[in-house]
């Protein structure tokens, strides 16, 4: 059954996805993404997808609204035929709420960010914040320990003065399902879609972070994404 998204003119189609296929690296409308291994629509007409889940939460957002980083300033949904950037985080897309008043824009992934958030064992919540909370010339995410653009926003903890990047706090990939399991030709058993850092895998002179691997809970068999 066809699917008519509000931000698109044509109907679109559900593709239900269990292992790597042709869209793996196209990137989501909405969130900008890349839609990997997840369930997500696609155009029948043109070059356009989204996540499954992009397409869902929208709904239960309006197209006129407010955010609290923003003061009282209205933003609208719109969707442009160029890219706008994101003032949050500097990501471009078509589809953006934007303030009329004075330019401000959020895509859809920093507008619903909470506002407050726990993480892991820290005591005390983390806040989303858009103003520098010090006049230092250098900005840190004291999570993983490398620069933060002073231009985006942050969350911070106000008892231990701990800022931290969105991403390292709410995690890199918030569409996909790790754990989700694979069968694949080449391998006996299921294979998960998880994380893991160079430590745990190095393919050919990839000496950095790896992302997303493969890995086989019955016998320890990990695979590189790329390498499938």
Same mark, same amino acid.
């Given at each position: 059954?066809?699917?008519?998204?509000?931000?698109?003119?044509?109907?679109?189609?559900?593709?239900?996805?269990?292992?790597?296929?042709?869209?793996?690296?196209?990137?989501?409308?909405?969130?900008?993404?890349?839609?990997?291994?997840?369930?997500?629509?696609?155009?029948?007409?043109?070059?356009?997808?989204?996540?499954?889940?992009?397409?869902?939460?929208?709904?239960?957002?309006?197209?006129?609204?407010?955010?609290?980083?923003?003061?009282?300033?209205?933003?609208?949904?719109?969707?442009?035929?160029?890219?706008?950037?994101?003032?949050?985080?500097?990501?471009?897309?078509?589809?953006?709420?934007?303030?009329?008043?004075?330019?401000?824009?959020?895509?859809?992934?920093?507008?619903?960010?909470?506002?407050?958030?726990?993480?892991?064992?820290?005591?005390?919540?983390?806040?989303?914040?858009?103003?520098?909370?010090?006049?230092?010339?250098?900005?840190?995410?004291?999570?993983?320990?490398?620069?933060?653009?002073?231009?985006?926003?942050?969350?911070?903890?106000?008892?231990?003065?701990?800022?931290?990047?969105?991403?390292? /706090?709410?995690?890199?990939?918030?569409?996909?399902?790790?754990?989700?399991?694979?069968?694949?030709?080449?391998?006996?058993?299921?294979?998960?879609?998880?994380?893991?850092?160079?430590?745990?895998?190095?393919?050919?002179?990839?000496?950095?972070?790896?992302?997303?691997?493969?890995?086989?809970?019955?016998?320890?068999?990990?695979?590189?994404?790329?390498? /499938?």
């Amino acid at each position: 059954m066809d699917y008519q998204h509000f931000s698109h003119q044509h109907p679109l189609m559900l593709v239900l996805v269990n292992k790597v296929n042709d869209d793996y690296y196209e990137d989501c409308e909405i969130c900008g993404e890349i839609l990997r291994v997840s369930d997500h629509y696609k155009c029948k007409e043109c070059s356009f997808y989204i996540h499954k889940s992009c397409a869902e939460y929208p709904r239960l957002i309006p197209d006129i609204l407010t955010h609290p980083n923003h003061g009282q300033h209205q933003l609208i949904l719109a969707r442009s035929s160029e890219d706008k950037v994101c003032s949050a985080c500097g990501s471009s897309s078509k589809h953006k709420f934007s303030c009329v008043d004075c330019g401000f824009t959020l895509d859809f992934k920093c507008l619903t960010q909470p506002q407050t958030i726990y993480y892991k064992e820290h005591d005390h919540p983390f806040t989303l914040c858009s103003i520098l909370e010090d006049v230092s010339s250098e900005y840190y995410c004291d999570i993983c320990e490398e620069k933060r653009d002073q231009k985006y926003w942050f969350y911070y903890c106000v008892d231990c003065s701990y800022p931290v990047h969105p991403e390292c /706090i709410l995690g890199k990939y918030r569409n996909l399902k790790f754990g989700k399991t694979f069968k694949y030709d080449f391998h006996q058993h299921p294979l998960a879609l998880v994380q893991k850092t160079s430590q745990h895998l190095k393919c050919g002179d990839i000496a950095n972070l790896i992302d997303l691997v493969y890995e086989c809970a019955e016998c320890n068999f990990i695979v590189h994404r790329r390498c /499938i």
